[in-house]
């Protein structure tokens, strides 16, 4: 026989609590509202909290007049009072899973809300953990928490690893529509999981054996990332010296219809995936024994592909009998990927420092990114006027922004633009453009 919450699953009855309101949770607990289910979002963060129950978006991902209607008909609600996780069903935990500064797990926000969890955990609870993390995170760190509770997991509860896969910024892919994998650890927790998503997505549920398979697999996609990302950043070096276009040889290369999947270089590797999920994976092998070496040194060359960067900087500014110190650069886009506001381990972050402690004069433009603070500092975007353009020594791209930037205007008043995304390939009769 079904169990209660099965129930209340299918005839979405069931009440939905989405912990962690940002990039992943938000979207998230938009589509499950969208589908029927009433959502409750829990976040530490009041003002996140607020801007929700007002019917605001933060979220680039997530539409504004569609997040507005859901809390007008009283479909999404958002608390800092993690008492009301006992009149949840559903719990997905969406907290961030950060490195330290020695490149180990920092799990620190899935233990919290662990805790927090079973302090309110009860009867018929499906508790669902999204945030990226190593293998066998599920059932080695929050399982033994929830079990404190002399509760039963596949009995009294269920618990269920499925894994993010939000691509900030993509068109064609949104959480609506993209794949879900689940794994629980026992064949009840999956089979909860996957009636909750076939009601919620309009995409293919995915089971697999067990969290760790789900887990590992989330690992493995963003290892196959940055793996190949590397691999043409190595392969841009070697370009720049034999004085070939590293853009035309993939754009060649690409024209093969099997065998070959297209990466591109860039000035380093953003995100809250590719740059954090593969060393997750690499803690874990050493508790076995085991060094992913390919994944350290694919780490290794994209840590340092934002020297390579200034460096190829400071060249273009010697060739202008400039040099570096002293020198005003226009930083052009500091998010981490083109159109979005996101600035999460954004190697233009790091090109900054660089460059700064280098003795160049930084300045910023970012449609995106009025204004940030890095490392104690204020930074504000200038004004793409004539009379500022005209100051500055030379500008570098480090997001391909394609929307708020005035490319044009910028080719004519600055003496050059390093072109580190490839923006500029329709400026290609421009002389005063110097590609990756």
């Avoid at 953003?270 to 694919?298: N, Q």
């Amino acid at each position: 026989m079904p169990s209660s919450l099965y129930e209340k699953i299918q005839t979405k009855k069931a009440i939905i609590g989405v912990m962690g309101l940002g990039y992943v949770g938000l979207p998230l607990a938009v589509e499950k509202a969208r589908a029927g289910y009433k959502v409750i979002g829990f976040d530490i963060q009041e003002k996140r909290v607020n801007m929700i129950n007002q019917g605001k978006n933060y979220i680039g991902d997530v539409n504004d007049e569609e997040l507005k209607n859901l809390v007008k008909d009283g479909k999404i609600i958002a608390t800092t009072d993690f008492d009301k996780l006992k009149d949840c069903d559903v719990i997905s935990i969406c907290v961030p899973t950060p490195l330290d500064k020695f490149k180990q797990p920092d799990l620190s926000y899935i233990i919290q809300t662990s805790r927090d969890i079973a302090k309110r955990l009860r009867k018929g609870q499906l508790i669902i953990l999204e945030s990226t993390t190593y293998p066998g995170t599920t059932e080695e760190v929050v399982l033994p928490i929830l079990l404190e509770t002399g509760l039963k997991v596949g009995k009294d509860f269920y618990l269920t690893f499925s894994p993010e896969r939000v691509d900030p910024g993509n068109i064609r892919f949104k959480t609506r529509n993209t794949p879900k994998v689940v794994g629980g650890v026992t064949s009840e927790c999956t089979k909860h999981a996957r009636a909750l998503y076939e009601n919620v997505l309009e995409a293919p549920v995915f089971p697999v054996s067990s969290p760790r398979a789900a887990e590992m697999s989330k690992i493995l996609e963003n290892t196959f990332r940055l793996v190949n990302i590397a691999l043409v950043q190595e392969m841009t070096k070697v370009a720049e010296k034999m004085h070939v276009n590293i853009w035309e040889v993939i754009e060649a290369a690409s024209t093969k219809p099997f065998g070959y999947m297209p990466f591109y270089p860039g000035p380093g590797i953003g995100g809250h995936c590719i740059p954090i999920d593969p060393f997750y994976l690499a803690y874990k092998a050493r508790e076995f024994d085991l060094h992913l070496m390919l994944v350290e040194v694919a780490g290794q060359i994209a840590d340092d592909m934002p020297y390579y960067v200034v460096q190829r900087l400071a060249d273009i500014l010697n060739d202008h009998k400039k040099p570096l110190n002293g020198s005003k650069i226009l930083v052009l886009g500091v998010a981490y990927k083109g159109n979005i506001d996101d600035l999460r381990e954004s190697p233009a972050l790091k090109i900054i420092e660089i460059l700064e402690s280098k003795k160049a004069d930084i300045y910023y433009y970012d449609p995106f990114i009025p204004e940030f603070t890095h490392n104690g500092k204020n930074y504000k975007s200038i004004k793409l006027e004539k009379e500022i353009l005209e100051k500055m020594d030379g500008a570098i791209i480090t997001a391909g922004h394609t929307i708020g930037v005035d490319y044009e205007t910028i080719l004519k008043t600055v003496p050059f633009i390093f072109d580190t995304k490839n923006v500029l390939k329709s400026f290609k009769e421009r002389n005063n453009i110097i590609v990756l």
